[in-house]
């Protein structure tokens, strides 16, 4: 990116973030060739760095709201600026594996996923003859974690509704806006990670709780359709409609702050409009 007179990143081409169900045959490859690499880095240029910046070993993630340090002793709520930090920050990294990778997101409302559930990008067991990256990966936080991610979806049927995400649109306060939107998050990190039975005993999928969340290759996905209809509600409500006491505080442990990540173009992406199933109405 280069920098315009006044210093900020301005984006010279943008990296378009597609639906993973409508990821070509080459995308798809380069999105699962980026993950494996990143899997096989043990510094801080791997998926188990990156992964264990969201919980477990780091605990940097924001949700729901906390009260400010200091002077600010008003609620603050950075998940949506926070998440979309991340998610840039780590495509950066998987693109220096593969430049032809991007996140695509994962659209939980769509008729495909209330038939199937997880897209078969994410559940198919092998691909081309090796084990998907995209299905499972390895935890090693020493010494709580040292195992493959679990995951056990729920019915396809509990999954949220088109119309859950029109009525999110239809907010016009960014507060009500991120406190609706993250309950449904909160859904599907509960419907993805789901129960299941390991070893005769009851245990929980990684994406249900937070600690492990980010280790499911699973979630940046999901984080992309978040991110995309927080997007969504911006073309309809205007990039600055957040308080402004957010704007300068820093996202931690990133290099940016809350009014550097509000236009997703001088972040240098932008989302697949052809297949989007989610209306925007002026």
């Known amino acids: 990116m280069a920098a ?24 798809l490859a380069a999105l699962r060739d980026a993950y494996a690499k ?11 760095y990156w992964s264990g910046i969201h919980g477990v070993p780091q605990w940097f993630c924001w949700h729901h709201g906390r009260i400010g340090n200091g002077s600010n002793a008003q609620p603050v709520d950075l998940f949506l600026p926070w998440h979309r930090a991340y998610l840039i920050l780590l495509e950066h990294t ?6 032809g990778a991007a ?10 996923s209330h038939t199937i559930g997880v897209p078969k990008a994410f559940a198919d067991k092998s691909a081309g003859g090796k084990p998907n990256p995209l299905r499972q990966a390895h935890i090693k936080v020493p010494p709580q974690f040292n195992r493959t991610t679990r995951r056990f979806p729920g019915s396809p049927s509990d999954l949220p509704a088109p119309g859950e995400v029109q009525a999110l649109l239809a907010l016009s306060s960014f507060s009500d806006f991120t406190s609706q939107v993250q309950d449904i998050h909160d859904r599907i990190h509960g419907w993805t990670g789901g129960m299941g039975v390991v070893g005769g005993k009851q245990v929980g999928g990684d994406m249900g709780t937070i600690s492990t969340a980010a280790f499911d290759p699973i979630f940046y996905s999901h984080h992309c359709m978040i991110d995309r209809i927080w997007y969504l509600w911006q073309l309809q409500h ?5 308080p402004s006491t957010y704007l300068g505080m820093t996202l931690t442990p990133f290099p940016l702050k809350v009014q550097d990540v509000l236009n997703i173009h001088s972040l240098g992406y932008e989302y697949a409009s052809a297949s989007a199933e989610v209306t925007v109405h002026a």
């Open 238 to 242: 205007g990039q600055n409609n957040i």
């Open 94 to 99: 998987m693109r220096d594996q593969n430049a």
């Open 38 to 48: 990143m899997m096989k880095i043990t510094d801080n240029r791997g998926y188990n």
């Open 103 to 112: 996140i695509p997101w994962w659209d939980w409302t769509s008729l495909e």
């Open 4 to 27: 315009d007179k006044g210093g900020s990143a301005v984006a010279t081409s943008l990296l378009l973030r597609k639906n993973v169900s409508n990821l070509s045959g080459p995308e």
